[in-house]
DNA sequence: CATTAGCACTCCCCTGTGGCGAGTGCTAAT
DNA sequence: ATTAGCACTCGCCACAGGGGAGTGCTAATG
């Protein structure tokens, strides 16, 4: 791939990203000082077209970059600029609230990236059932509820009401805890609920259905709701790719469901930076006219979760990648001091 | 309106609702034996359409009916069918749940409703702000961080994690919570917030900032979030007059954002029982083309909340009316063992 | 020999036309 | 009062034709 071919790549690819409009080679010579004429362009653009880089929704219309296209454009071609200043200000006053909870920062990086993209975004919280038990404890509320509370070894919590049997003492609630915490402390939150489910495990079991009725839920981290923020799911309304009422359907579908997102999550694996997947590279159906940048966030050095991006495939990927890259540095630093 | 005009609205109604066609004489005749010819019926929807019951989206089109139509279908028309027994323990088997937490009621009957009538459901959790304060209480977490926990008169508790001062002892701690609790037990939350900012109110401001902190956010009774769950949101989507994107934007942008929610809900006194608004009667203009079916719920005595439904003006009224009656039931009896 | 002008060709899109069908309102007959 | 009959209206749809944007090919050009 010479450089002329580079270019005529790359100029086709942000006009289209600009215009959602296929791109001709008249086009492309006027708009663009590439200092050749249609003709040449046109030879270029068959060549990229055979190999694959190039689509054509028909004959006779211009062309439009294919996933190998965008994925060429993305890897080799487009610039990076810096980040503005006003930008940064905004994002780093995001951070600056004294609200320092945990579900708080979630909310509200999706809401900012959605905010600042223009596209729908996507925050997986911290996987908490990945962290390692610490301490349970019982807050008693009422004659016959009380509050469990758990700690992970990284100083998260999280807590929820729990109905006991009332006649239970707070003495007795609190050796059960500890009891609880001396047994499994160390291990693996997502491992607890098997463990407890096991009756000749413990010696907790005279308790064993307020243990299951509790643990079901330790075991889970909370809720799945609470793992994953979506934040501007209609801006991909403004897309006129996603004028067709199936497609709309498709899309927020997958955004409204869990399950999905945890299989993006895991086509790449949760290494560092920011990552792009492509259309039918998430192998997702539901959204194969969609492109995904992923990011992800740090807690201390851990790497414990993610911002994702979802928008058309023509998505404006340097500029969603610079923004990501910001925020996600920016969350982790909020997050060491949480 | 004499009998056989309202014969002919309902038939009318009816059809409509089923088929999203418009409904001409013809087709009422064939349909629906009501002894009179096509031309008969003609002349009385002329005389329906005068008196603003109906409507023609063009002439040569069949009628359809209008918000006062359907409002008089809903008031007078309608039969309402007792619901049936699978569905009825369908319902009671979803409240039969092990889980007590106020957070699963909502989420679960928000998702029930939309489950079983097919369209978009809100729930509207108790208002929490208009609950009268009982009691504070600090549980540490870690050395500049603890869990609040706030109680109301009638044992509903919410929590939040607050970051204060690493140097108060947990019994310092203890005695802010209780005097506190002490001051201001008696109080509705809503009004908390004032008070606590003014500083002269009370023998706390000395840990001002820890309590404006945490008092923010007391007053609020929590993010907003929590107080309002939309399921099914996309089942819109499954209704042709939502084919056209505008309205589904309209639509689905506003079950988005919490506020216009409580427009609608200020329409209507939090009176017992269903209650239906069809059209142009909630005055947001973003539904302005669809219904909603509201029911409260109550836990013990008190009104405390809101199941809605949102449809397309043609909604299934009476089969809606009919579920949300017996699920505002079902969730108050559950509620008032919670 | 790479580049480019020229040209025929393709195919979408828009518009206008005409037939069909559903439904109406009116009138006259029952 | 009801109804059959009929002319009329209008949306829908299929179809054809013109315009336009863009292409691929070929032959001319520097």
């Known amino acids: 791939m010479d450089a002329r071919k ?44 055979e190999w694959g880089f190039l689509e054509q929704p028909h004959t006779s219309a211009g062309r439009v970059p294919s996933d190998k296209g965008y994925r060429f454009y993305v890897d080799e071609l487009m610039a990076r600029p810096a980040i503005g200043n006003d930008l940064l200000e905004r994002i780093r006053a995001t951070y600056q609230s004294r609200i320092r909870e945990l579900e708080w920062f979630v909310h509200q990086t999706a809401r900012l990236v959605s905010d600042i993209t223009g596209y729908p975004s996507i925050v997986l919280a911290p996987a908490w059932e990945l962290g390692i038990f610490s301490a349970l404890r019982f807050v008693r509320l009422g004659k016959d509820s009380a509050l469990l509370i758990m700690r992970t070894e990284d100083g998260l919590t999280q807590n929820r009401t729990v109905s006991i049997p009332s006649e239970l003492s707070l003495a007795q609630l609190n050796d059960l805890a500890q009891e609880f915490s001396r047994e499994f402390s160390g291990m693996a939150i997502r491992d607890l609920q098997n463990y407890i489910l096991d009756p000749l495990s413990t010696s907790l079991r005279q308790h064993w259905a307020l243990w299951q009725r509790a643990l079901g839920w330790l075991g889970h981290g909370g809720g799945e709701d609470e793992r994953m923020t979506v934040a501007g799911p209609l801006n991909i309304l403004n897309y006129p790719e996603f004028n067709d009422i199936d497609k709309v359907r498709r899309v927020l579908g997958f955004l409204e469901q869990d399950k999905a997102v945890e299989q993006i999550a895991k086509t790449r694996p949760m290494a560092q930076g920011v990552t792009v997947l492509i259309g039918t590279e998430t192998s997702v159906a539901d959204i194969k006219d969609c492109s995904v940048v992923t990011a992800t966030y740090r807690m201390g050095e ?37």
Do not use: F
């Not at 600009?18 to 653009?45: C, D, F, H, W």
């Not at 500029?319 to 890259?325: A, G, H, R």
């Open 6 to 49: 580079r270019s005529i790549l790359q100029a086709l690819t942000e006009d289209y990203i600009l215009s959602a409009e296929p791109v001709g080679s008249r086009t492309l010579a006027r708009k663009y000082n590439l200092g050749i004429s249609p003709a040449t362009i046109r030879n270029e653009m068959a060549d990229l077209e």
């Open 302 to 338: 851990a790497v414990v979760g993610r911002v994702m991006v979802v928008g058309p495939r023509r998505m404006q990927y340097a500029y969603v990648m610079t923004v990501l890259e910001v925020v996600s540095d920016e969350l982790s630093k909020a997050l060491k001091w949480a």
